[in-house]
């Protein structure tokens, strides 16, 4: 029961840690009709606050339903949205929210925290916020030697539902036969293998190398992709982790460890060839391809690294690995050109 204002004595129910208490007095008052659209908002709210995203999901968009147009609605559909990691679509009502109200600094703020979760510094500080602690984020996004994990994990989020058939078809994509042929030079004869499939997206590497392999293990950023992954049935174990630190932490030792087109989101190296260093058993093998740049290693236009061949020797050299073998290679066309690019095979 809320008593004197209802809205406030929820809000005072919520900030004293009963959110679930607040939720329940809001509903029945809801269901008995003598609630609108704040009462809506702050149902979704106290959800929120304790932790039952599903139901503030369904009630935001019940709200949104009744309120198309009222933007503090469309607003906490949005950060709704937002808690639960959909970024799409949260970054779209949040957009709609502005359009309906430019003054919604609540929307304009949540903006761009959406905006730095899917790993877009440039775009997170257009939105205006003029939030301090935002602004050092994107800020560090920004500076970053690598792709932020945000950004790859929105990326392919987004690429999940066609991401075969774009990129066979319309990228020739050919990273994980480049490195089977190099596996062959490498090591020949070798089966029966631990492989872990470093970015494994949708399994694509994971089909080409399966017949080499006693385990199959499987790390990618996007939950959309692991889920395709794990459909094939190829693996016997994926994990939603960032590689980086993935590799890092203690888990089996590997007889090959992979990485098809996946390190061209990281700049420096080096973190993760000290990590996959201690996660190769004795005589293994790290394969993988990165796009070819004249020195050093640098951000494409497509706002995806490269690195030079004398970057991959002398960051190798300090991990403590040796180069078994460094390809020049195509591993995908864009614009119906090649892509240069190496293919690369590491060893302790």
């Known amino acids: 029961m809320l008593d004197g204002d209802p809205i406030e004595a929820a809000e005072a129910l919520i900030a004293s840690g009963r959110a679930a208490e607040a ?31 599903p139901g503030a999901l369904a009630e935001a968009r019940e709200a949104v339903s009744l309120h198309p147009n009222l933007a503090p609605v469309v607003t906490m559909l949005g950060e ?10 949260a970054i779209a009502e949040l957009q709609r929210a502005l359009r309906l109200d430019p003054d919604d600094m609540r929307a304009r703020y949540l903006l761009a925290q959406a905006w730095l979760a899917a790993g877009e510094a440039d775009k997170a500080l257009e939105a205006g916020s003029d939030d301090a602690v935002l602004a050092a984020r994107a800020a560090a996004i920004k500076t970053a030697q690598r792709s932020d994990p945000g950004y790859v994990r929105h990326l392919f ?3 999940s539902a066609d991401y075969d058939l774009r990129m066979r078809q319309h990228l020739h994509y050919a990273a994980p036969e480049i490195l089977l042929g190099l596996a062959v030079m490498v090591m020949p004869g070798r089966e029966n293998l ?5 970015g494994c997206g949708t399994g694509l590497a994971g089909e080409v190398f399966k017949p080499l392999a006693a385990r199959l293990d499987g790390i990618d950023l996007s939950p959309a992709m692991i889920d395709k992954a794990k459909a094939l049935g190829l693996y016997d174990h ?12 203690p888990g089996p030792s590997y007889d090959l460890v992979l990485a098809a087109d996946t390190l061209v989101y990281l700049g420096d190296l080096a973190p993760v060839f000290r990590a996959a260093a201690q996660r190769l058993a004795p005589d293994g093998f790290f394969l993988f391809t990165v796009e070819k740049a004249a020195g050093g290693f640098e ?19 300090r991990a403590g690995l040796s180069v078994a073998g460094l390809l020049e290679a195509a591993p995908r066309r864009e614009n119906n050109q090649p892509v240069e690019g190496f293919a ?5």
């Open 194 to 198: 631990a492989i872990l499939d470093l």
């Open 299 to 317: 951000l494409g236009p497509k706002r995806r690294w490269r690195h030079s061949e004398s970057y991959l020797r002398e960051t190798a050299r």
């Open 344 to 348: 690369v095979a590491l060893t302790l």
């Open 23 to 53: 939720a329940q007095a809001l509903r029945e008052r809801l269901a008995a009709g003598r609630g609108g659209a704040l009462a809506q908002i702050t149902l979704v709210k106290a959800l929120l606050a304790a932790g039952d995203l």
């Open 80 to 89: 709704a949205l937002l808690a639960a990691e959909h970024l799409p679509t």
């Open 157 to 159: 989020d987004q690429f």
């Open 238 to 249: 994926l994990a939603v982790a960032d590689l980086e630190t993935a590799l890092a932490a």
